[in-house]
């Protein structure tokens, strides 16, 4: 080995400038927590919905607006009104329950003088709460028997809606329903804003004026109302309504990169590419649009909460996602409208959309101070 | 001055004309019309209905006609609700919407401006802290969440106010708080952080210097000058005051016409939509032109020829 290239190990690697932005976020509290809170809520939202034991369209007759509870349900006095309930169907007298932690004891009669149908143990499977049903026929007398079946243990950590689904896995799937509307549409609000603003701005001159007044126009419009009418004009098609909220919020990112691009346009080593007879299209590719990632990238972190508030917003007034789907707009408003009696179920998803909003926003203000170089 | 007022409100026709002419074409394409019931209706009834509306001329035709009308300020007939013309459907909500909205505005104004330029005064003290965590609170839950909560702390739980409908002040005054309380906290930051510069600038410091008291100094001098972002943001303000009395008036029953902004849309009440935005839209260009007009009062150096 030769000397130089170990002196050349030795010598300290320079700062750039993303590793200072990348201290600079570490040493903010709120920040860290919001990037954890974040990655915790994303894997939540992709992973949750997976692990749950119950379906987040799966009905549950017996526990429609169950209140949150750590203990298992059904509760010691609802197992024995649960399977009478279940066996009223069934056209049996039901002579005694005998109800224990994890299994029930019935013994029918028929109310008729035929012999008792074994097809009869549905009546109790069916009802969500028994599992491994078994009925033994007395030898003697073919109208009476006894069932025997577990008691399933159901957990509704958050309780159930107000058509008996857990509500945990509501707010776990409308989690990742949020959080796919806020990638997609700000995907979109990108590729429109970044194309459109660096095109205005790299051209300049009248296409410069022409698109940047379309876009003091658009600014002028009532904006919610072209929502709602993009909303509408598609119809209930949840890609396209994120596609259409992707439409709106480009706005904003033209002018930023717009701006940018003015001022890069100036700059020695675009106007040696020009003066190479590189195309116009080739040098916002390689050159402009590089060198505009970091700002777009921080406007990006503000624009992902703006489209989760304008997704809920959408849902809230029942333009959004469609029954079964469900998002955190969707949740609230249903929680509204029943918080007189069961208050949890406003509660729990206001909470999740609180939490996931300020840590967001509390992200996109750390990384702008990080990233922000006139700010040492 | 006048001049400027003057040319300003001649832009707002052909803006406005524009925003007719691509919300006409595009409530037109969308599929559907105001006549599809559940149970369709007779086709040769329907015809007549359509016929009686002019639906059944070409496009182009209705649309000169729609645009003669508005001309002449006609709104049309509403197609959903039958036998009312558009401007008598929202005259009646227009007074209570404005009433919402502008005691709205009012109270964020006064608190914001007040709440930041007492954490400014404050910096890095305890009252600055507890402003600037309320702020940050107030700009992160949006009014579709913070509306039934307030209802189910303040109305449901203890009973001090009602719950829904609009009229007497008690039933002000949780509506208005719920759509004023994010603007609050938006004014407050926007606030805090301008007058902290304009505390340090040159006239602030001078008017110290001269030994005039802290009250007029911030009060006259430095209020002039950190109100400036403020009323630039009061534009957004209004917009989100709208988008926001959507919500408010759903949640809390109230007869404006921030519920016809939805309904209409998905009737294709066409002519309730047009008028909808006609009105909204000249509504918030005047508002803009107003607060440009406003610059020139706050700032000497701003003039309009």
Redesign the interface.
């Known amino acids: 080995m030769n000397s130089q290239t170990d002196t050349l190990d030795l010598a300290p690697r320079s700062r750039s400038l993303l590793d200072t932005a990348f201290l600079r976020l570490k040493r903010n509290r709120a920040a860290m927590a919001s990037v954890w809170v974040v990655i915790a809520m994303s894997f939540a939202a992709i992973v949750g919905p997976w692990i749950s034991p119950h379906p987040y369209n799966e009905v549950y007759n017996n526990f429609v607006g169950a209140k949150p509870s750590l203990t298992a349900y059904p509760k010691d006095d609802q197992v024995v009104p649960i399977a009478e309930r279940a066996l009223k169907r069934a056209r049996v007298n039901v002579e005694t329950i005998n109800a224990s932690r994890d299994k029930v004891e019935i013994s029918i009669i028929n109310r008729t003088d035929e012999p008792l149908d074994p097809r009869i143990t549905r009546y109790l499977v069916r009802s969500d709460v028994f599992a491994d049903v078994e009925m033994s026929i007395d030898e003697d007398d073919a109208t009476r028997a006894r069932m025997t079946a577990d008691v399933k243990k159901l957990y509704f950590l958050m309780g159930t809606d107000q058509n008996g689904r857990d509500l945990l896995t509501r707010i776990l799937i409308s989690l990742r329903i949020s959080l796919m509307v806020a990638g997609l549409a700000t995907g979109v609000a990108l590729l429109i804003g970044v194309t459109y603003g660096s095109l205005a701005g790299f051209v300049g001159g009248q296409l410069d004026n022409v698109m940047m007044r379309f876009v003091d126009l658009l600014y002028s419009l009532p904006f919610v109302f072209f929502v709602i009418l993009l909303v509408v004009f598609f119809g209930n098609n949840i890609v396209l309504i994120f596609v259409a909220i992707g439409a709106i919020e480009w706005l904003d990112m033209a002018r930023i990169v717009r701006g940018q691009t003015l001022q890069l346009k100036q700059k020695e080593f675009v106007q040696a590419a020009q003066a190479l007879g590189v195309s116009k299209f080739n040098i916002i590719k390689r050159h402009i649009v590089p060198n505009i990632a970091g700002t777009v990238a921080i406007y990006m972190t503000l624009l992902i909460p703006k489209v989760i508030l304008l997704e809920s917003f959408l849902s809230f007034l029942g333009l959004g996602v469609q029954e079964p789907l469900t998002s955190l707009g969707v949740l609230i408003a249903e929680g509204a409208r029943y918080m007189r009696n069961d208050p949890y179920m406003l509660i729990f998803p206001a909470l999740t959309m609180s939490i996931l909003l300020f840590a967001l926003n509390f992200l996109g203000d750390g990384l702008r101070d990080a990233l922000d170089p006139k700010d040492r | 001055m006048l001049n400027y007022t003057l040319k300003r409100l001649l832009t707002i026709i052909p803006?406005l004309f524009?925003?007719v002419t691509i919300?006409f074409f595009?409530?037109r394409?969308?599929?559907g019309g105001p006549f599809d019931e559940e149970r369709p209706l007779a086709p040769a009834v329907l015809e007549n209905i359509r016929a009686s509306y002019g639906l059944d001329k070409p496009l182009i035709e209705q649309y000169w006609t729609y645009m003669g009308n508005l001309a002449q300020g006609d709104l049309g007939p509403s197609f959903v609700y039958r036998d009312k013309r558009v401007h008598e459907v929202l005259g009646e909500g227009l007074p209570i919407s404005m009433t919402l909205g502008a005691t709205a505005l009012t109270i964020a104004l006064i608190a914001g401006v007040l709440l930041g330029t007492i954490a400014a005064l404050n910096q890095n003290k305890r009252a600055d802290y507890v402003i600037v965590t309320f702020a940050?609170f107030g700009?992160?839950?949006?009014n579709?969440?913070l509306?039934?909560?307030l209802?189910?702390i303040l109305a449901?739980s203890f009973n001090l106010l009602p719950a829904t409908g609009w009229g007497t002040p008690s039933q002000m005054v949780l509506p208005v708080l719920s759509l004023a309380l994010p603007q609050v906290a938006i004014i407050t930051r926007l606030m805090r952080g301008s007058m902290l510069e304009a505390l340090k600038s040159d006239h602030v410091r001078t008017a110290r210097a001269y030994g005039l008291p802290l009250r007029k100094v911030v009060g006259k001098h430095a209020l002039r000058s950190a109100f400036i972002p403020v009323l630039t943001y009061l534009g957004p303000a209004a917009?989100a005051l709208?988008?926001g009395s959507?919500?408010v008036e759903?949640?809390f029953n109230i007869p404006g016409i921030g519920r016809y902004?939805?309904s209409s849309?998905?009737n294709?009440d066409y002519t309730m939509?047009m008028g909808?935005?006609v009105i909204?839209?000249t509504f918030?260009?005047i508002f803009?032109l107003i607060i440009d007009l406003l610059y020139s009062v706050l700032d000497p150096r701003v003039r309009y020829e």
Do not use: E, H, S
Request: aromatic content about 4%; glycine content about 0%; charged content about 0%.
């Open positions: 803006t524009v925003i919300t595009l409530m394409v969308a599929p940050t700009i992160t839950i949006p579709y969440v509306a039934p909560v209802t189910l449901l917009a709208l988008t959507i919500v759903q949640i902004f939805v849309a998905l294709r939509v909808t935005v909204v839209a918030v260009m803009n």
